[in-house]
């Protein structure tokens, strides 16, 4: 890979594939290689057609390369929004949809044999304070109702599992797990490659010219094909393609050096379900294969009319609070790593799915809100599955009527005081984590003696713990 790598995840890509510098005819052009254009190119393959990807960099350089890695069954804000938005029957649909999907990516994981260190353990929707347990009970219960696989795990139950005592009680949703996002991206390639797909990267798509055949022009060539499929996830909109669809917007994560033996006592971490908190801008935190831990946390940055954002050492340093005050045990241990990433939204929080163009051969599956790695996975069945005219689990995707997004300045206005109010109720909570952490470490009432009977987080907060 030329270049800094994009992300810890994609330290030691090689070098990429030569760029596309003449013109040629295909059936399919895919632009995009992340998993919605690799997905793409490995289903379409499955049916016979000509199939190249244009990548503008190297495959897993936008979010599918910089991820933290949660294979979740997530779709939309959450459970019970959805319910309330969709009606039962409707996120039934949708979340059989993406319960199939993590059906797919494992199958897909175990057919190629794609060495990223999936670990099947489920994610855990995790409380800091009771104050919280409110949102698991209703997240639970409509879960029931829907048919997601999940179920409510008590304090012993979390404490049983070795999670960190900083979650106190949970949703655990039994599909999926965490990977590690790099190599399984490359693998992807690797499978795309292996079904006869052609991949040209470095090769940046300037213009796509509807038609049929759609022209599109890339600094080296044209590529003519009959239909085109976009897998530009937080890029689209600079195409000129579905502007009000989805918008871009920035999360960021960091990676810690190896936790040892020590440090892991010390949290009492030694459960591998991959966790996440139940704050309306969640924060997120996983072991890696090499015991690291890899977390981010709520924050997310737009940039006025969707402008790309450069990393900001403010955001890393607030992140880097965040995890010091979730984890007070391990202060000692050091971060090593920070970056970012695009991602899409829809304002309904669903992925955009479905055809344009003036001749309906322009196919997307685009704007998955920060949780795409089971249904960008995906992607390639559903983008085949209109192509072939087939009905599908992702009918609920495409079949929907989505909510246009506002221009600007309207839109910057929609996400100050969406990330506003879900800031406000996030910092609430953890106003409260923090008030009971002091009165956990009062001293004992005099007279008081014998063991302390308190969980060392409440005990022994180190110095440093930083506000947010
Ligand atoms: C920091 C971060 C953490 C996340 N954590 C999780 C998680 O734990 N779990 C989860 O489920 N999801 C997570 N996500 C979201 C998930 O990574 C994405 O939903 C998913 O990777 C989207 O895949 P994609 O292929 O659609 O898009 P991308 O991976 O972004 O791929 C788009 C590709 O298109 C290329 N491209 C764009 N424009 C052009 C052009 N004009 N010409 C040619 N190529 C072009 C880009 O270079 C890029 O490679 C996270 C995202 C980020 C950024």
Same mark, same amino acid.
């Given at each position: 890979?030329?270049?800094?790598?994009?992300?810890?995840?994609?330290?030691?890509?090689?070098?990429?594939?030569?760029?596309?510098?003449?013109?040629? /005819?295909?059936?399919?052009?895919?632009?995009?290689?992340?998993?919605?254009?690799?997905?793409?190119?490995?289903?379409?393959?499955?049916?016979?057609?000509?199939?190249?990807?244009?990548?503008?960099?190297?495959?897993?350089?936008?979010?599918? @390369?910089?991820?933290?890695?949660?294979?979740?069954?997530?779709?939309?804000?959450?459970?019970?929004?959805?319910?309330?938005?969709?009606? +039962?029957?409707?996120?039934?649909?949708?979340?059989?949809?993406?319960?199939?999907?993590?059906?797919?990516?494992?199958?897909?994981?175990?057919?190629?044999?794609?060495?990223?260190?999936?670990?099947?353990? %489920?994610?855990?929707?995790?409380?800091?304070?009771?104050?919280?347990?409110?949102?698991?009970?209703?997240?639970?219960?409509?879960?029931?109702?829907?048919?997601?696989?999940?179920?409510? *795990?008590?304090?012993?139950?979390?404490?049983?599992?070795?999670?960190?005592?900083?979650?106190?009680?949970?949703?655990?949703?039994?599909?999926?797990?965490?990977?590690?996002?790099?190599?399984?991206?490359?693998?992807?390639?690797?499978?795309?490659?292996?079904?006869?797909?052609?991949?040209?990267?470095?090769?940046?798509?300037?213009?796509?010219?509807?038609?049929?055949?759609? *022209?599109?022009?890339?600094?080296?060539?044209? *590529?003519?094909? +009959?239909?085109?499929?976009?897998?530009?996830?937080?890029?689209?909109?600079?195409?000129?393609?579905?502007?009000?669809?989805?918008? +871009?917007?920035?999360?960021?994560?960091?990676?810690?050096?190896?936790?040892?033996?020590?440090?892991?006592?010390?949290?009492?971490?030694?459960?591998?379900?991959?966790?996440?908190?139940?704050?309306?801008?969640?924060?997120?935190?996983?072991?890696? /294969?090499?015991?690291?831990?890899?977390?981010?946390?709520?924050?997310?940055?737009?940039?006025?009319?969707?402008?790309?954002?450069?990393?900001?050492?403010?955001?890393?340093?607030?992140?880097?609070?965040?995890?010091?005050?979730?984890?007070?045990?391990?202060?000692?241990?050091?971060?090593?790593?920070?970056? @970012? %990433?695009?991602?899409?939204?829809?304002?309904?929080?669903?992925?955009?799915?479905?055809?344009?163009?003036?001749?309906?051969?322009?196919?997307?599956?685009? @704007?998955?809100?920060?949780?795409?790695?089971?249904?960008?996975?995906?992607?390639?069945?559903?983008?085949?599955?209109?192509?072939? @005219?087939?009905?599908?689990?992702?009918?609920?995707?495409?079949?929907?009527? +989505?909510?246009?997004?506002?221009?600007?300045?309207?839109?910057?206005?929609?996400?100050?005081?969406?990330?506003?109010?879900?800031?406000?109720? /996030?910092?609430?909570?953890?106003?409260?984590?923090?008030?009971?952490?002091?009165?956990?470490?009062?001293?004992?009432p005099p007279g008081t003696s014998g063991p302390d009977p308190r969980p060392a987080l409440y005990r022994e907060p180190p110095d440093g713990i930083s506000n947010l």
């Amino acid at each position: 890979m030329s270049g800094t790598p994009v992300s810890p995840w994609m330290e030691g890509v090689p070098s990429r594939a030569p760029a596309l510098a003449c013109d040629i /005819d295909c059936d399919v052009a895919v632009v995009g290689a992340g998993f919605t254009g690799l997905s793409t190119a490995i289903a379409l393959r499955e049916h016979g057609l000509r199939v190249v990807v244009l990548e503008r960099e190297t495959a897993g350089f936008g979010a599918s @390369g910089r991820n933290a890695g949660h294979l979740t069954p997530w779709i939309g804000k959450d459970l019970p929004t959805l319910v309330m938005l969709f009606g +039962r029957q409707r996120t039934r649909e949708l979340i059989a949809l993406v319960q199939t999907a993590i059906g797919h990516v494992e199958r897909t994981i175990e057919k190629h044999a794609i060495d990223c260190a999936y670990e099947p353990v %489920g994610n855990v929707m995790a409380a800091v304070h009771p104050k919280q347990y409110a949102m698991l009970e209703k997240a639970a219960k409509a879960g029931a109702e829907v048919g997601a696989d999940c179920e409510m *795990l008590e304090p012993e139950e979390m404490r049983r599992r070795g999670l960190p005592r900083a979650f106190l009680r949970g949703v655990l949703e039994r599909r999926g797990g965490i990977l590690h996002p790099g190599r399984y991206v490359r693998g992807l390639r690797a499978a795309a490659l292996a079904a006869g797909a052609e991949i040209y990267e470095g090769t940046p798509v300037t213009r796509v010219e509807d038609g049929e055949p759609a *022209l599109l022009h890339t600094p080296g060539g044209r *590529l003519r094909a +009959r239909m085109v499929a976009l897998g530009t996830n937080a890029w689209t909109a600079d195409l000129g393609l579905l502007k009000s669809a989805v918008m +871009r917007l920035h999360v960021y994560l960091f990676r810690t050096a190896p936790l040892t033996q020590a440090q892991r006592r010390a949290v009492d971490w030694h459960g591998r379900e991959g966790i996440y908190t139940a704050h309306e801008m969640l924060e997120s935190y996983r072991l890696t /294969d090499d015991d690291r831990i890899v977390g981010g946390a709520k924050t997310v940055r737009y940039g006025y009319g969707g402008r790309a954002l450069a990393d900001d050492p403010k955001t890393f340093a607030f992140i880097d609070a965040a995890f010091r005050d979730r984890f007070p045990e391990l202060h000692d241990v050091a971060i090593t790593d920070h970056w @970012g %990433g695009p991602i899409a939204f829809a304002l309904d929080f669903l992925p955009a799915v479905g055809r344009a163009g003036k001749k309906g051969n322009l196919y997307y599956s685009v @704007g998955y809100a920060g949780h795409g790695i089971a249904l960008a996975g995906y992607a390639g069945t559903m983008i085949a599955d209109l192509m072939l @005219g087939q009905d599908g689990p992702g009918r609920g995707l495409w079949g929907r009527r +989505r909510i246009p997004l506002p221009p600007e300045p309207l839109r910057w206005l929609v996400v100050r005081a969406l990330t506003g109010v879900f800031g406000a109720t /996030d910092r609430r909570v953890d106003r409260k984590v923090r008030a009971s952490l002091r009165t956990l470490s009062a001293p004992a009432p005099p007279g008081t003696s014998g063991p302390d009977p308190r969980p060392a987080l409440y005990r022994e907060p180190p110095d440093g713990i930083s506000n947010l």
